[in-house]
């Protein structure tokens, strides 16, 4: 694998920090599309400072020593080999500056991580087949891998391969048409950046409300006499349209529920590393995908959940497990480390939480129109606490005084 020459790193740091600009933009994606390794090379560096996020400097001198150590780090698992040739044309760089936004880079990757890393840690398409602006927006990967950008002011249409129309978007509900089935299933993935919901109607009617950072994988038609199975990678409500012969499948990575027509919840980010589903209505059935034999049927009020590897029920207060599908955000006993997870992706920041001790309070409260300023000015009221908010990126401290 080749070296990444400085000027590719500085390119990297710009691009993190969304101030990059047009003719910079080519530059680094016709050196990442020159070649495989490049493409895994860009993946491995977002990785590194994606698990290094919470590194605060102090001086320049902290930063330019924090450098020279990230850079020694990431080369010896890149390469793996002694480096044969050594770039010879490097341009020079503006160490203070340049140090500065390596510092930023690192506070703000968690609120961009979905859009670089599917399942095989990849770079995914929209970032670079449909420019910079698509990183906040709705996509949508048809079954031929074109990914085409959802306007939540605007309408468009899915088209299939044959160039039949399968399904309409207008607002924030893209709705599939209830067309006969065809012999083999074709899928769409729709993704859901942080700051954003949507809603989807699938083929069979059931609909579908997807939270912020969410990923689902389904078929654009369900097929007669096989499951109606979809797959998810973050936080859905669904509404199943009932069907005794074809049962819906909800997959995850750990956990699959399974239903004929109910309403429920799933949540199963995998940055969250933590899967559980809450039945509102009917009743489902939640399979270990990680233990054999390990089923539980819930009840409504119920929630499913591990423990230990391995499932277990336990009733909850449903409310604020749904509260999202209407915009809202509530917390019922909920620990400061859990919330800090929902606002980030509710208000698409980056919470670097440098005062451990908030973690160990718990909170009960529900906002709707509040912004984020306004919950963090009333979670002080159970324990003080400081906060600067810069480019996103929400920064705690403990108070000078205590």
Known sequence: MNTIPTSILELISVY????????EFSFLKEWIDESPENKKAFSDYLLFYKKTRQVVFATTTEKDKAWSSIVSQLETPLHNQEIEQKETKVRSLKATTLFLKFAAIVLVLLSISYFYFDKEV???????????????????????????????????????????????????????????????????TIKVPYGKRFELRLSDGTNVHLNAGTSLRYPVRFINGQNRQVFLDGE?????????????????????????????????????????????????????????????????????????????????????YIAWVSGQLMFIDDSFGVITNKLERKY????????????????????????????????QTYKSFNYTIKNKVITITKPKNM
């Open 16 to 23: 993190i920090s969304k101030e990059i600009s047009e003719n």
């Open 122 to 188: 990849s770079v995914l398409k929209p970032t670079f087949e449909n420019s910079i602006a698509s990183e906040a927006a709705i996509t949508l990967q048809l079954a031929n891998g074109d990914i085409q950008v959802i306007k939540e002011d605007g309408t468009t249409e899915v088209v299939d391969a044959n160039g039949n129309v399968v399904g309409t978007q207008k607002g924030n509900q893209l709705v599939y048409n209830n067309a006969s089935a065809k012999d083999t299933l074709v899928y769409n």
């Open 236 to 320: 859905a409500y669904f509404d199943v349209t009932k069907d005794a012969k074809h049962p819906f499948i909800v997959g995850s990575s750990d956990m699959d529920v399974k239903v004929l027509g109910t309403k429920f919840n799933v949540t199963s980010y995998k940055e969250d590393a933590k899967t559980y589903t809450v039945l509102v209505e009917g009743s489902v059935a939640a399979s270990n995908n990680i233990t054999e034999n390990d089923e539980v049927i819930l009840k409504p009020g119920n929630r499913a959940f591990f423990e230990n590897k391995n499932l277990k029920t336990e009733p909850v207060d449903v409310r604020k």
């Open 348 to 379: 698409n920041v980056d919470i670097v939480n440098n005062y451990d001790e908030l973690n160990n309070i718990m909170i009960t409260a529900t906002f709707k129109e509040e912004n984020i300023e306004q919950v963090l000015k009333t979670f």
